[in-house]
């Protein structure tokens, strides 16, 4: 039984990709299906066929206005049938990673689909990205209550990209969600080009050498030093996501056969 780990989060600027290329490190033959108006995974190979390890599917979003309104509404009822189409396809732990402003619409959809794609072998899980300021801790919060009822896991980010989460509001957001945090990262200019040019994926396999020839000795090392930690810092947030999607999950029981029994019988 397949698991699908989406993440996700309405506001824009809160690390919603730096999380996704977290668990990408994490577990790194996963494919992902991109989301998103403007295609951010560039680092990775694009999929030539469903369930291909470690690529990426970009599904353009959204329906734009002169689109829908040409169509009588129709394109903006249609607009996921590729990605809900994607989903019923998918064969091994999968990362989709949903664009700002489309996150609460395809959850929408999904809560609908998800009885579906269950029935079909197929199980969901959630990561909500959260930052310091009220409306994407707000939209979070409507993220994680959308999927409550499908989603066979919940998992919220704090990042501190933008300051300290409030503990209070993050509990009251969270819920019973698994929350883990990201700590915010003071990362010079030059490294934070290093960074934007290979993102996560390109951190380890960086050479001192080639930096230097750049930079300098000790900014080399200074810079290769701040990278590796904020790379494993991400890697330690995603941690219990990562380690839910790979997990097996439990196959339905079949009428005769008890709960938790099933794989044994297979083995039988």
Excluded: C, Y
């Amino acid at each position: 039984m397949p698991r699908v780990l989406l993440v996700a989060q309405e506001t824009g600027g809160v690390g919603k990709s730096t999380v996704t290329r977290g668990l990408a490190e994490a577990v790194p033959d996963a494919p992902i299906l991109e989301i998103e108006s403007v295609h951010r995974l560039t680092e990775f190979k694009a999929a030539t066929a469903a369930n291909e390890p470690g690529s990426v599917q970009h599904f353009l979003m959204r329906a734009s206005r002169e689109a829908i309104d040409a169509s009588g509404g129709k394109a903006a009822r249609a607009e996921f049938d590729d990605v809900i189409n994607a989903l019923f396809e998918v064969a091994t732990p999968t990362l989709v990673d949903i664009g700002a402003n489309t996150s609460a619409s395809l959850l929408g959809v999904l809560t609908h689909e998800a009885p579906a794609l269950r029935e079909a072998g197929i199980e969901l899980g959630l990561v909500v990205v959260v930052a310091a300021e009220a409306g994407a801790l707000a939209d979070g919060g409507a993220l994680l209550h959308a999927a409550k009822d499908w989603a066979g896991a919940r998992f919220v980010v704090a990042n501190a990209v933008r300051g300290a989460v409030d503990p209070a509001l993050l509990k009251r957001v969270a819920g019973d969600a698994v929350v883990t945090h990201l700590r915010q990262f003071e990362l010079e200019d030059r490294t934070r080009e290093v960074l934007a040019a290979g993102q996560l994926r390109g951190v380890s396999r960086l050479d001192r050498a080639g930096l230097v020839k750049q930079t300098s000795q000790a900014q080399a090392g200074r810079m290769l030093r701040d990278l590796t930690a904020f790379r494993l810092a991400v890697m330690e947030a995603v941690k219990p996501a990562a380690l839910w999607l790979v997990e097996e999950a439990p196959v339905p029981a079949r009428a005769g056969t008890p709960a938790g029994g099933s794989k044994r019988a297979r083995n039988a």
